[in-house]
């Protein structure tokens, strides 16, 4: 038996092993559209047209039959009736189609009173949207129906749950249709009633927080005067009702119950991901721990590892924790060779837990991420078992292990693996919230949200672990002092805390109960920062080594520290964060000092690993001298992996640092120097036209003019153009041009920058032969010179560009052989950066030659060069194009308003006038009319013939002719042979015509 899946996913899979017989999304969607019509026969004409809409009718009709062909092969022969003019899908004991199963259990659910037995089973059939990344037009309406049944069922079924009394039960459907509709506040107002007829009004608070976070992030909008009438009843009443019984872990047993289904779920071979998330102290680590036990004890792989707050950790650590654990070795020893290697990248056999942070230097070769990350997501599933993977405080979590995890989710669909993160909801983390969105999307996330413990839960856990029963008053004087936090009521059992204290109170109750070497060793430990060593420790103390052992002992005892592999971190971050503010102020900036000094001791044979580590200790250690070294090289390790925002962002704190300095020539050179490393991964993370590069340019200028560096200044410079020219300004780039070109010394290895920079001013002004000739100067002279300023390599930035005035001059051939050189010198060099500015500026040079096939295959493998890498501006090239190419004007229209957000104007024209090649008449001419005004005003003239020759086919034929014929004048000033063809051609049509 098969079984078709539509809801959250595209696959046809088979019943009897759940093996995966096709994801092909073709023939998944020609499954789907036909399923959506059952019994009703589809015409194949009309099935072939919104299939391949791109293709002539009879290309079409070949295709259909060919997938018709695979189709039947596929499903075989009973659910499908073929006839010569027609498909019909009928539904079969032989293949199992989700839609299917869900409509008829949603039918069953509303008939009669079974919505309270039949309801649940349906809405777990509804496991995502219809066709889950695919947005043609005949989709739409069938998503939006079965999401809106869904949503139905959760009302009603939220509505029998209340009538019965089982209000825990209707806030989950109510939460579930939170989920399907979270910009629909109804559903908000729903929860938050129930909530506060269950007495926890702290949660139906909480709950309108996160209505006015979603509506605020989404759609720049506050609740309507509903909700927020209900949130002021909420904190003016006393919310009172009947609070729910507790199973197994105090107080979460509907949240074990939901997680141990999603692990079950991933185990089968659906893979996974789950956040756990709540505030600070709410139990996200201990009911993630609950059930990772019960996976380990049914035999599971469960390898753990944390984020951190603070920088300095290496990107992929925790990818690196998790592959150190003993049952993942074991596999990784047997993966084959090619794999192992991949794996040694990152955690070389034998290497210590002690010295984490050295693995990813192997990463230096970026440009091979996708097989080193599939060599990674091997060794992880690999082992044939169920995994889970832990990963506390996702909320600090690099960009790259999150790049990696959508990767290793998405590499094997049938892998038995399960991502377990915990999320702190108490702060912003837009980067993380970006990538949760996009996991939204994937059908692979489910989330889980924990609110703190009401009164009764309190006091139940607090008898736990007391062993004692408590009084209502003592009752009423925990949860006060508590607020219901998990980890509070226990840290106050334990410490004894007094009446009447605050949550501090209790924390550093807790700390100043151990010794004072303990204490002193806490407060170490908690300026390190991150999980520590005794090694560390030791060599930071001025305590003996014995004492210091025995120190750590007492912490481990007294629970405030926890093992981790073969060092210690904090048993909680808050914790961690008592300890540190424990120290007085001086004693904090003695301990930095020594852990610097000891990291340095420990790392002495390569410090670069941990050189943000070091820079953070030092700069809290008051020594910015030190700490701008450090900063530097931490930033350029960075930069040599790809993780261009960290670099940022390090770059930044030791500009921060320098600019706080007394100004003088010293100061001024070091702020040049960072601010010039700066630039590439400014230009690669935000784009040519952010005002943050323009700014670093600018001022990195101005520094080099007082300095007398001529060359830094005329690097600047040529980064400054590229940032004037992308913004549109193409006369204040050619001016710009034109003084790099005068300026740069005849023997400079600066001299092939100059030239290419004049030959792009001068091809967008409408003069391709000189823009020609300085982009060959370009080439020739830039062999062996260092990459530019914005990041690119000059030789291929150059030979790709000048592929564009090659077509223009009627040189087609030579056109396509310079983006193609373009291409493979930028392979040869292994440089991503400039590999996508190859594909992107022979994306252009196939759009123009009528190369269709070409073009789609550019486009495709520069939107996986940039989402993979994180390049801006270029991946919006790749939209414009490849909506161009597909005949989808959303996609392109996407494109454009991507590259005007990003405040980049060049070669407007030509984009425009790809999105009038896909409108209808009228939006045509104002798109047209939009491209030529953005011509003028820029002077972005070089595309403007074939523009006026596009609007001519839209005007009455005395004006065609006219604006016609200046077309032919503007493309013969230029020198563009093959728009002055186009031009003409078009004019000798209308002559012939008229």
């Known amino acids: 038996m098969l079984r078709v899946s539509l809801l959250g996913e595209q696959a046809i899979l088979d019943e009897a092993d759940g093996s995966v017989v096709t994801r092909s999304p073709r023939t998944v969607a020609l499954v789907a559209y036909l399923v959506v019509h059952p019994g009703v026969p589809q015409p194949r004409q009309r099935i072939a047209e919104l299939f391949w809409p791109d293709s002539s009718e009879p290309q079409a009709l070949t295709n259909l039959r060919r997938e018709l062909h695979h189709l039947r092969h596929t499903l075989g022969e009973d659910c499908l009736v073929v006839t010569a003019k027609d498909l019909c899908w009928r539904d079969t004991a032989t293949v199992r189609v989700d839609v299917r199963d869900f409509e008829l259990a949603r039918a069953a659910a509303q008939s009669g009173d079974g919505v309270l037995e039949r309801a649940p089973a349906a809405l777990a059939l509804y496991r995502g949207e219809f066709l889950p990344g695919i947005n043609d037009e005949w989709v739409i309406e069938p998503r939006a129906a079965l999401e809106s049944a869904s949503v139905r069922l959760c009302d009603l079924l939220c509505q029998a749950r209340k009538s019965r009394g089982d209000l825990p039960g209707a806030a989950e459907a109510a939460r579930r249709r939170i989920q399907l509709r979270p910009l629909e506040e109804q559903g908000y107002r729903t929860l938050m009633d129930l909530q506060a007829a269950m007495g926890d009004r702290a949660s139906a608070v909480s709950t309108y927080h996160h209505c006015a976070s979603t509506l605020e992030r989404e759609l720049g909008v506050v609740p309507d005067e509903t909700t927020r009438r209900a949130l002021r009843r909420l904190l003016a009443g006393d919310a009172t009702g009947p609070r729910p019984g507790t199973t197994g872990l105090v107080g979460r047993g509907r949240e074990v119950v939901l997680?141990?289904?999603?692990?079950?779920?991933?185990?089968?071979?659906?893979?996974?991901?789950?956040?756990?998330?709540?505030?600070?102290?709410?139990?996200?680590?201990?009911?993630?721990?609950?059930?990772?036990?019960?996976?380990?004890a049914h035999g599971a792989i469960v390898a753990t590892s944390q984020c951190f707050g603070t920088p300095g950790r290496l990107p992929l650590a925790p990818v690196a924790d998790w592959l150190r654990a003993p049952a993942v070795r074991a596999a990784t020893a047997n993966l084959e060779p090619v794999w192992r290697a991949e794996v040694d990248r990152l955690v070389p056999a034998g290497r210590s837990r002690?010295?984490?942070d050295t693995g990813p230097r192997a990463m230096v070769d970026a440009w091979q991420r996708h097989?080193?990350?599939?060599?990674?997501?091997?060794?992880?599933?690999?082992?044939?078992?169920?995994?889970?993977?832990?990963?506390?405080?996702?909320?600090?979590?690099?960009?790259?292990?999150?790049?990696?995890?959508?990767?290793?989710?998405?590499?094997?669909?049938?892998?038995?693996v399960l991502v377990a993160a915990t999320l702190r909801t108490d702060g912003e983390w837009p980067e993380l919230a970006e990538w949760t969105t996009r996991m939204r999307g994937t059908g692979l996330l489910t989330e889980l949200t924990l609110n703190p413990l009401e009164i009764t839960e309190s006091a139940r856990l607090a008898e736990l672990i007391s062993g004692q029963p408590l009084a209502p008053a003592d009752r009423e004087l925990l949860q006060a002092t508590t607020g219901g936090f998990p980890l509070y009521v226990v840290e106050a059992v334990r410490g004894k805390a007094l009446p009447g204290s605050d949550l501090t109170d209790v924390l550093r109750n807790r700390v100043e109960q151990a010794s004072p070497a303990a204490r002193k060793i806490a407060g170490l430990a908690a300026a390190v920062g991150r999980d520590f060593t005794l090694a560390l420790l030791t060599e930071a103390s001025d305590l003996e080594p014995d004492t210091v052992v025995q120190a750590v002992d007492e912490l481990w005892r007294r629970r405030i520290i926890q093992e981790i592999g073969d060092g210690y971190d904090f048993s909680h971050d808050l914790l961690r964060d008592t300890a540190y503010h424990l120290v007085s102020p001086p004693n904090r900036w003695l301990l930095h000092r020594r852990i610097a000094q000891a990291l340095e001791l420990l790392h002495a044979g390569d410090t670069a690993p941990v050189s943000g580590r070091l820079a953070e200790q030092y700069a809290r250690g008051g020594r910015p001298d030190r700490a701008v070294g450090f900063y530097r090289r931490a930033a350029a390790f960075a930069s040599s992996t790809f993780a261009h925002a960290e670099a940022i962002r390090l770059h930044q704190e030791a500009l921060d640092i320098v600019r706080s300095q007394p100004d003088s020539a010293e100061s001024a050179r070091q702020e040049l120097a960072i601010l010039e490393t700066m630039a590439a991964p400014l230009n690669a993370r935000r784009g040519y036209a952010s005002p943050q590069l323009q700014q670093a340019l600018e001022r990195t200028i101005a520094l080099a003019k007082r300095l007398g560096q001529q060359d830094s200044m005329l690097t600047a410079m040529v980064g400054l153009w590229a940032s004037r020219f992308v913004q549109g300004r193409t006369a204040d780039a050619y001016e710009v041009a034109t003084s790099v070109l005068d300026l740069v010394d005849p023997d400079s290895?600066?001299?092939?920058?100059?030239?290419?920079?004049?030959?792009g001013s001068a091809s967008s002004l409408g003069r391709p032969a000189e823009a020609l000739q300085h982009f060959e100067l370009a080439v020739k002279l830039s062999h062996g010179a260092p990459s530019l300023t914005v990041g690119t390599r000059p030789d291929v930035h150059a030979t790709g560009w000048a592929a564009h005035p090659h077509w223009l001059l009627g040189h087609t051939g030579e056109a396509l052989?310079?983006?193609?050189?373009?291409?493979?010198?930028?392979?040869?060099?292994?440089?991503?950066?400039?590999?996508?500015?190859?594909?992107a500026y022979a994306g252009i040079t196939y759009q123009m030659c009528g190369e269709v096939d070409r073009l789609g295959d550019t486009v495709r493998e520069l939107g996986e060069l940039c989402d993979r890498y994180g390049f801006a501006y270029y991946r919006e090239w790749g939209l414009v194009l490849g909506g161009w190419r597909a005949g989808r004007p959303e996609v392109a229209r996407r494109g454009i308003d991507n590259l005007r957000a990003e405040g980049s104007f060049a070669r407007m024209p030509y984009w425009l006038a790809l999105l009038a090649d896909l409108s209808g008449p009228d939006a045509a001419r104002a798109t047209l009319d939009a491209a030529i005004v953005a011509g003028q005003a820029r002077d972005d003239v070089w595309w403007m013939p074939e523009v006026m020759r596009k609007r001519a086919a839209l005007d009455d034929p005395d004006t065609a002719v006219s604006r016609l014929r200046s077309a032919v004048r503007l493309a013969r000033a230029q020198g563009s042979l093959a728009l002055v063809r186009r031009c003409e051609h078009d004019l000798a049509v209308r002559a012939v015509g008229g």
């Open 354 to 356: 002690s010295d984490p």
């Open 817 to 839: 052989a310079a983006c193609q050189d373009a291409i493979d010198l930028a392979r040869s060099a292994e440089h991503p950066y400039s590999l996508a500015v190859g594909l």
């Open 371 to 416: 097989r080193f990350f599939e060599g990674l997501a091997r060794a992880l599933t690999g082992a044939g078992r169920p995994m889970l993977l832990v990963l506390d405080n996702l909320q600090w979590c690099d960009q790259e292990t999150l790049a990696f995890l959508t990767f290793c989710l998405g590499l094997t669909p049938d892998a038995p």
């Open 259 to 296: 997680l141990s289904r999603v692990w079950q779920t991933a185990a089968a071979g659906r893979p996974g991901l789950v956040l756990v998330c709540g505030g600070a102290g709410v139990g996200k680590s201990r009911l993630v721990a609950e059930v990772a036990s019960a996976a380990r």
């Open 749 to 759: 290895e600066l001299r092939g920058a100059a030239h290419f920079v004049y030959g």
